[in-house]
């Protein structure tokens, strides 16, 4: 079973910026890595970004300009650089992880962003 752990999460002033890392229990060289989030009474996760193993990144519009999506294959590490975060950016995010060969897909536990004043 591979797993995901994130940190970083916290509270945070609005404007303010937050860095989210994902670890991964094995190696990432073949995951599509990417960042989402569960906002408050909202039961779907958004896709906010995603980066391929050689590393070309997508963002959805609630994350372009804003936040950057990053990753370190020798660590197995995946970074969501956040920066002036809107108190409409809290919630919960979920790393994912999505290998094709063999097929997998892993999501970690979540972490809690609060942007308020």
């Known amino acids: 079973q591979v797993h995901l752990v994130e940190s970083g999460g916290g509270w945070v002033q609005p404007g303010g910026s937050l860095t989210l890392s994902c670890v991964v229990s094995e190696s990432i060289s073949n995951y599509l890595m990417a960042w989402y989030r569960q906002v408050p009474g909202k039961q779907q996760r958004d896709l906010l970004a995603q980066i391929s193993s050689t590393g070309t990144v997508d963002y959805m519009n609630s994350a372009k300009g804003r936040f950057t999506i990053s990753r370190d294959n020798a660590n197995n590490v995946v970074y969501l650089q956040m920066n002036n975060l809107k108190p409409e950016d809290t919630a919960v995010y979920y790393c994912?992880?999505?290998?094709?060969?063999?097929?997998?897909?892993?999501w970690g536990q979540g972490t809690q962003v609060t942007v308020s004043s």
């Open positions: 994912n992880g999505h290998r094709l060969i063999p097929y997998a897909v892993y």
